[in-house]
C-alpha cells in the first residue's frame, strides 16, 4: 500500500492551488510552476516503485525459551531501500529506539510477556518512503521469532520437587514421618478439628465438655500459617498465577519453620501436614492436579539427566486426604492468606475477612494480575472485571490486604524470591 506523506499532501496541494489559479488567470509562469511540482511528484512516485520492487531482508538475534517474568532484548535489522520504521509491533513488543541510515534499520525492543506460551513474529510491518519522501509504502517483511514462554509455576515446582529431593534422598517418601513432639507453653484449649494430633487431645476437658478439646501451646498458637486456597480460574493463564502464589507461599512457611494448614475455599476442605514436608507434597499434588501444567509438558522443560529422578518422585507422591468440617469450626492462625481470583465463592473470603477483622485481624489476599485479560468474549471479560471489582472492594471495606500476584517475585535469588513472597503476611 501507498500513501501520501505530510510532504507529499503538501506538494499535491500546491499543484492543485497553482492549475486553479491558472485556470481562473491564465499566466505561463504558474503553468510552469505547476508542471515542473507535478512532474517531481511523478518522477519520485515512479523511481521509488521501481526501487521498491526488491523486497526487505530481516534478520534477529532472539528467541528460545525463556521464563514468564524474563524481558529479553531483540535486535532486529531490515535491510531494503528507503526502510524508514517499524509500525503496529506486538503487543508484547516494546521498541526502545530506531535507526534507519542507508537502506539499513535498525530495532532494538523489549519482550514482555503478559502470561506463557507461544509468541510468535512471522512478519514485520515495515514503512518505505520514497526518494523525495513524497509518499511512503507499507510492506510485511518475512520474519521468525518465536519465543517458547515458561509458566511460572514450572519454576516453583522445581524448587518445591527440590526440597522434597533434597529432604529425605531417593527414597523419601518411603520414611514415616512422625509428629513433632509437643513443646512451648500452654496457650488455649479449643474444639477438636479432624486432623489434630491425637497427642494433643486434652481429656479432663473433653470429659467435662462431653467433646474431644486439643491443647494449644505457645509456639503453634505464634508459629502457624493458614493458607486458603481456590485454584479455579477462567483462564490456564489465571491458574499459572494462582499455582505459582500456592507454591511459593508454602515453600517460604517451609523455610520459616512455620506450621501450614490448607483450607480449600471450595468445599472447605482442611488439610493439616503432620510435616513442612507433607505440606509441600499436598501443594505439588494440589497444583498438578490442576492442570496448569501438564506431566508431559513439564517432562519437556526439564533436562533429561533430571527427568528420571523428578518422574521417580511425581510417581511415589502420596494422595493426601483432607477433611471436610463445618466453617464455623475452622480455627484460623494469626497469620492468613488467602489465594483466590475473586471470581468464585467470594461470599465465604468475604464472610472470612467479616470474622477476621472482628477479632481485630486481617486477611491478606493473594489475586491474580487483570484475571480478565486473555479472555476471548469481551462481554465476559466485562462481567469477570465487574466482579472482580466489586469483591476486591468489599474485601479491602473489611481491612484485608490485596496483593496482586506479579511474576518479578520469582526471579529474584531464592532467598530473595522467598522474603518477596511473604511481604503479604
Not at 520504521?85 to 521498541?95: A, D, F, G, T, Y
Not at 501444567?293 to 521417580?312: D, H, N, S
Not at 492462625?333 to 483466590?340: D, G, L, T, W
Amino acid at each position: 500500500m501507498i500513501l501520501p506523506t505530510s510532504r507529499g499532501v503538501g506538494a499535491a496541494s500546491s499543484t492543485i492551488i497553482l492549475l486553479l489559479l491558472h485556470c481562473l488567470k491564465p499566466d505561463p509562469a504558474i503553468l510552469i510552476a505547476a508542471t515542473l511540482l507535478s512532474a517531481l511528484i511523478l518522477l519520485d512516485l515512479t523511481a521509488s516503485q521501481l526501487k521498491w520492487r526488491g523486497k526487505c531482508r530481516c534478520s534477529v538475534n532472539a528467541g528460545g525459551r525463556v521464563w514468564v517474568w524474563e524481558k529479553p532484548k531483540l535486535m532486529l535489522s531490515v535491510e531494503g531501500y528507503g526502510v524508514f520504521r517499524l509500525e503496529n509491533p506486538p503487543s508484547w513488543l516494546k521498541i526502545i529506539s530506531q535507526k534507519g541510515f542507508n537502506g539499513k534499520l535498525s530495532v532494538e525492543a523489549t519482550a514482555t510477556f503478559p502470561y506463557s506460551g507461544r509468541f510468535t513474529i512471522r512478519s514485520l510491518n515495515v514503512l518505505r518512503i520514497s526518494m523525495l519522501k513524497l509518499f511512503l509504502r507499507r510492506e510485511d517483511v518475512p520474519c521468525s521469532v518465536e519465543f517458547q514462554v515458561l509458566p511460572e509455576a514450572l519454576y516453583w515446582l522445581l524448587e518445591a520437587l527440590a526440597i522434597l529431593r533434597g529432604g529425605y534422598g531417593a527414597e523419601y517418601l518411603s520414611v514415616e514421618v512422625k509428629a513433632p513432639a509437643l513443646s512451648g507453653l500452654y496457650y488455649e484449649t479449643r474444639d477438636y478439628v479432624p486432623g489434630d494430633s491425637l497427642r494433643s487431645i486434652d481429656w479432663k476437658a473433653s470429659s467435662r465438655r462431653r467433646r474431644l478439646m486439643i491443647k494449644v501451646f505457645e509456639d503453634e498458637s505464634g508459629g502457624g500459617v493458614s493458607i486458603l486456597y481456590d485454584l479455579r480460574s477462567p483462564t490456564p493463564h489465571v491458574c499459572d498465577q494462582l499455582a505459582s502464589a500456592l507454591l511459593s507461599s508454602t515453600i517460604a512457611s517451609y523455610r520459616r519453620r512455620l506450621k501450614t494448614q490448607f483450607i480449600n475455599i471450595q468445599d472447605w476442605g482442611v488439610f493439616k501436614p503432620l510435616s513442612p514436608h507433607e505440606a509441600i507434597v499436598f501443594a505439588v499434588r494440589n497444583v498438578l492436579e490442576s492442570r496448569v501444567l501438564r506431566v508431559r509438558e513439564f517432562f519437556e522443560y526439564v533436562e533429561p539427566p533430571t527427568r528420571r529422578e523428578i518422574e521417580e518422585i511425581i510417581s511415589k507422591l502420596p494422595i493426601t486426604q483432607t477433611y471436610r468440617i463445618p466453617y464455623r469450626v475452622i480455627q484460623l492462625e494469626n497469620r492468613s492468606i488467602a489465594i483466590s481470583s475473586l471470581l468464585y465463592d467470594a461470599s465465604k473470603l468475604v464472610e472470612t475477612a467479616s470474622i477476621l477483622k472482628n477479632h481485630g485481624g486481617s486477611l491478606n489476599v493473594i489475586v491474580p494480575l487483570k484475571p480478565w485479560r486473555a479472555v476471548g468474549d469481551l462481554e465476559e471479560a466485562y462481567r469477570i472485571y465487574l466482579t472482580y471489582r466489586n469483591v476486591k472492594s468489599k474485601l479491602e471495606k473489611l481491612n484485608a490486604k490485596i496483593i496482586q500476584w506479579t511474576s518479578e517475585i520469582a526471579y529474584i535469588n531464592d532467598s530473595g524470591a522467598l522474603k518477596s513472597a511473604w511481604r503479604m503476611v
